[in-house]
């Protein structure tokens, strides 16, 4: 469904900079935004009094079905699903800024195209969240690098039930230095260390 979602001039900066590091675009990191705070706390009669729409920008966003119903039943006091969504980015951009702070850049990161050798159960988790939420996979994979990691089990690694797929992805630069770095120093593959990262935000996103 086409979503009309009102963004102030403060919340645009700081979600755009934020795409930027992910090097996806505005529209993506918003959807991905609606869709990892879903358990967010409902908002409140006041939250809704403190948008100024005069002062905001619309961007026509698409929304999946799957994620409107998470919050088609929260409580809007007779405002629009849509204005419900923009007061909730509104809220949320501003109160996660600390969990964000190293994950923004003032210019978008260049992007590299690269296959990686993942668990063939990884892939169709991540066709199946593609599919409900409307995330590309360059949005997924991007943010499942910033995904951080316990110590790694390296024979759950070489699983014989784990049947391997080639899979190609768009990683942002900064997305890849980050998992070459954190891949060497755990001694693993970068695809290895990816797969690990994709389940672990799968099961954030899902």
Same mark, same amino acid.
């Given at each position: 469904?086409?979503?009309?979602?009102?963004?102030?001039?403060?919340?645009?900066?700081?979600?755009? *900079?934020?795409?930027?590091?992910?090097?996806?675009? #505005?529209?993506?990191?918003?959807?991905?935004?609606?869709? !990892?705070?879903?358990? *967010?706390?409902? #908002?409140?009669?006041?939250?809704?009094?403190?948008?100024?729409?005069?002062?905001?920008? +619309?961007?026509?966003?698409?929304?999946?079905?799957?994620?409107?119903?998470?919050?088609?039943?929260?409580?809007?006091?007779?405002? +629009?699903? %849509?204005?419900?969504?923009?007061?909730?980015?509104?809220?949320?951009?501003?109160?996660?800024?600390?969990?964000? &702070?190293?994950?923004?850049?003032?210019?978008?990161?260049?992007?590299?195209?690269?296959? *990686? %050798?993942?668990?063939?159960?990884?892939?169709?988790?991540?066709?199946?969240?593609?599919?409900?939420?409307?995330?590309?996979?360059?949005?997924?994979?991007?943010?499942?690098? #910033?995904?951080?990691?316990?110590?790694?089990?390296?024979?759950?690694?070489?699983?014989? +039930?784990?049947?391997?797929?080639?899979?190609?992805?768009?990683?942002?630069?900064?997305?890849?230095?980050?998992?070459?770095?954190?891949?060497?120093?755990?001694?693993?593959?970068?695809?290895?260390?990816?797969?690990?990262?994709?389940? &672990?935000? #799968?099961?954030? !996103?899902?």
């Amino acid at each position: 469904m086409r979503m009309k979602i009102l963004l102030d001039n403060e919340t645009e900066q700081e979600l755009l *900079y934020r795409s930027n590091y992910l090097g996806v675009s #505005l529209s993506s990191i918003v959807l991905l935004h609606l869709v !990892l705070y879903q358990r *967010y706390p409902d #908002l409140s009669r006041e939250d809704f009094k403190r948008i100024s729409t005069d002062k905001c920008r +619309s961007l026509q966003i698409d929304v999946k079905d799957e994620v409107i119903k998470k919050f088609d039943s929260r409580p809007r006091y007779d405002n +629009s699903i %849509s204005m419900l969504l923009s007061v909730f980015i509104l809220k949320i951009t501003k109160e996660t800024k600390d969990a964000w &702070k190293d994950i923004k850049h003032e210019e978008k990161f260049k992007m590299a195209f690269s296959t *990686y %050798s993942i668990a063939k159960e990884v892939i169709d988790e991540m066709k199946d969240v593609k599919q409900k939420t409307g995330l590309t996979f360059t949005t997924i994979i991007n943010y499942a690098a #910033l995904m951080d990691v316990d110590a790694i089990n390296q024979l759950s690694l070489f699983s014989d +039930s784990n049947e391997k797929k080639q899979q190609g992805f768009q990683l942002s630069e900064k997305a890849i230095e980050k998992i070459q770095g954190q891949a060497l120093s755990q001694d693993i593959s970068v695809g290895n260390l990816l797969e690990i990262k994709l389940e &672990k935000a #799968l099961k954030r !996103l899902a």
